[in-house]
């Protein structure tokens, strides 16, 4: 009886503590000094170390357009799009959002919500995909550990479409 008890009383305090945790994600767009400029299609989700999607995160793409036609060119993300994208009714809630522009723009995720309540303990990547019309296509991962035993700032740097992707782990 005393076994099962504590072994309730652990399992509690891992959820707790996987839940707790909070994960914060930078992403950064350069400005491209090139004579057309558009701004990128962004994907942004959780990866496991087989390559399967654990979460979307965000999907950044043209979402003005009438009739929904900016998510006709969703596919130009291939890897997210074939893991993923082809699989969902777009606009997403909560996943879908406009087109940003050059600079930095941050995700917040609480431990306690959506998708990181989900997540179990194990070995993880963030991947930032973009794509820009009349321009390329990237793929920055940045893998970490969840839940994370300590604070922790881990990063990549993307090489054209992508500048620094950040992420913020704390306990």
Avoid: C
Avoid at 90 to 99: E, I, Q
Avoid at 111 to 132: I, S
């Amino acid at each position: 009886m005393r076994k099962l008890l504590l072994s309730a009383l652990l399992a509690g305090l891992i959820a707790r503590t996987a839940q707790a945790a909070d994960l914060g994600i930078t992403i950064e767009i350069p400005r491209l000094d090139v004579a057309e400029y558009h701004r990128p299609y962004v994907a942004i989700w959780l990866e496991t170390p087989d390559q399967n999607v654990a979460a979307d995160l965000a999907v950044w793409y043209d979402v003005a357009k009438k009739n929904n036609e900016g998510a006709e060119w969703l596919k130009d993300m291939r890897q997210w799009w074939r893991r993923s994208g082809r699989n969902q009714q777009f606009p997403v809630d909560g996943v879908s959002g406009a087109t940003r522009p050059a600079g930095q723009h941050a995700l917040a995720l609480a431990g306690a919500g959506k998708p990181l309540a989900d997540l179990k303990p194990g070995r993880y990547a963030v991947v930032v995909e973009a794509a820009r019309e009349v321009g390329g296509r990237e793929l920055v991962r940045v893998p970490f550990d969840w839940p994370p035993s300590k604070a922790e700032q881990l990063s990549a740097r993307g090489e054209h479409e992508l500048g620094t992707i950040a992420l913020n782990l704390k306990p």
